[in-house]
């Protein structure tokens, strides 16, 4: 299906038939919803860091290695408040809980800024699969527990200067003294906390229930191949396993996928925003 107006009426129909709609969501969608991890908006925020560090973008900014955790915490703060905590509900996250929300769904997402949960989203079907720029934990796991780091990035926001910040508001681990760092999945201390297991937990349930079985319609949107088999391939296979399941892929770079599904997907690399919109209109 090449014609746009034809792949939204199509898709509006899978959606609207469906027993179980399972949307996976990466940095595409907060990209195109507003978050602006490399253009005007983070050139604004960011402009001391970028004259001094020479940083393209808030995402590898976020690898560079500061030589104290005082200047560590004092970018992570800026960061976290910028991209988690100043940001309301996106009105393209609203628009999403509008198409899916009078169904039975699920959300599994890479993405750690909190979009689902602010658009009204339940939280017991969100599935926060690389954390939350929201939490802290002990950076090398000492223990299998996360925090709100929410007034410690405050403080730590209030308190800067000169890209840094006094001792006394870097964050402890509070069980063995060391470092803390924000929760978001970049080497193996990651800690899999009580709640992560739980979400874990009703997400591979709905998945067990719903994709194999039943009339489901798997809704990508803005995945990309930084972390492919978290969602990417799994929804693929799905569509490949199972005759009754349809694939709606919102991709503006990457809207392929293998020959087997293509028969079963519905691929837009169209404003994923009109798209959206367009299938939140009645039938």
Request: proline share 5%; with cysteine; aromatic share 14%.
């Amino acid at each position: 299906m090449n014609n746009f107006d034809e792949r939204i009426r199509s898709s509006r129909k899978k959606l609207a038939d469906a027993e179980a709609i399972v949307i996976g969501a990466g940095a595409g969608l907060s990209a195109a919803a507003g978050l602006d991890y490399s253009g005007s908006g983070f050139r604004k925020e960011f402009a001391d860091y970028i004259a001094r560090y020479d940083f393209s973008d808030l995402y590898t900014s976020s690898f560079y290695d500061f030589p104290t955790e005082e200047q560590r915490w004092a970018r992570w703060a800026r960061h976290i408040d910028y991209a988690r905590f100043r940001p309301d509900a996106f009105p393209l996250y609203r628009e999403l809980f509008d198409l899916v929300k009078d169904k039975r769904y699920f959300v599994i997402t890479t993405n750690v800024d909190a979009q689902f949960r602010k658009a009204g989203f339940d939280p017991d079907k969100i599935f926060e699969v690389q954390g939350d720029y929201g939490l802290m934990q002990c950076a090398i796991g000492c223990h299998p527990k996360v925090y709100s780091d929410k007034k410690a990035v405050e403080a730590i926001v209030r308190h800067s200067h000169d890209l840094t910040v006094d001792p006394e508001y870097v964050p402890v681990c509070p069980v063995c003294g060391g470092n803390m760092d924000v929760h978001v999945r970049k080497n193996q201390y990651f800690v899999q906390d009580e709640e992560w297991s739980k979400a874990a937990g009703r997400y591979e349930d709905f998945m067990a229930r719903y994709a194999d079985h039943g009339v489901v319609v798997l809704l990508e949107l803005g995945i990309g191949f930084n972390t492919p088999a978290i969602i990417r391939y799994p929804f693929e296979q799905v569509t490949y396993r199972n005759p009754d399941a349809t694939l709606i892929r919102l991709n503006a770079e990457y809207p392929a996928g293998p020959q087997e599904t293509a028969s079963r997907t519905i691929a837009f690399t169209e404003n994923m925003e009109v798209v959206i919109n367009d299938l939140n209109k009645k039938l």
